[in-house]
């Protein structure tokens, strides 16, 4: 998608800052961060939200999702626990429309969310 901020990132026309990628995934860094770690983790190709990619690409989906864990222990937030979260859709906070789960942690994290 020409438009999308994602799509750049991933074929480097916009900066980065890369911590994991593989063949269908690729984890930045948040530029505006909302816990010590707050990681973003995209498929390469396109999808809007996490419906699309879950039914479009499910396989896809399980890579992306396996990547947030090995971003978590990379992080050594495992312990004593952090969170992935998926906004799907703007009344859920939503800004970009290329499907993102937010790896975040380093700091205790209250329940329930805002
Ligand atoms: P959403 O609000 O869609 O769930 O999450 C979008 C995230 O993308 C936000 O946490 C926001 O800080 C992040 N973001 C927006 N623009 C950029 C950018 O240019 N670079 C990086 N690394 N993150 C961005
Ligand atoms: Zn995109």
Redesign the pocket.
């Known amino acids: 998608m020409a438009d999308c901020?994602f799509c750049k990132m991933v074929t480097g026309d916009?900066p980065?800052t890369v911590v994991r990628d593989s063949d269908g995934a690729v984890a930045?860094?948040?530029?505006?961060p909302q816990a010590p770690t707050h990681v973003?983790v995209i498929p390469r190709e396109h999808y809007t939200d996490l419906a699309d990619l879950t039914r479009s690409d499910p396989v896809l989906l399980g890579e992306v999702l396996d990547t947030a864990v090995r971003v978590a222990e990379d992080e050594g937030i495992v312990d004593p626990g952090y969170r992935v979260v998926f906004?799907s859709g703007a009344g859920a906070?939503?800004?970009?429309f290329h499907v993102?789960a937010?790896v975040l942690g380093g700091r205790g994290l209250s329940w329930p969310p805002g």
């Open positions: 901020l916009v980065a930045f860094r948040d530029i505006n973003l906004n906070g939503q800004t970009v993102h937010h």
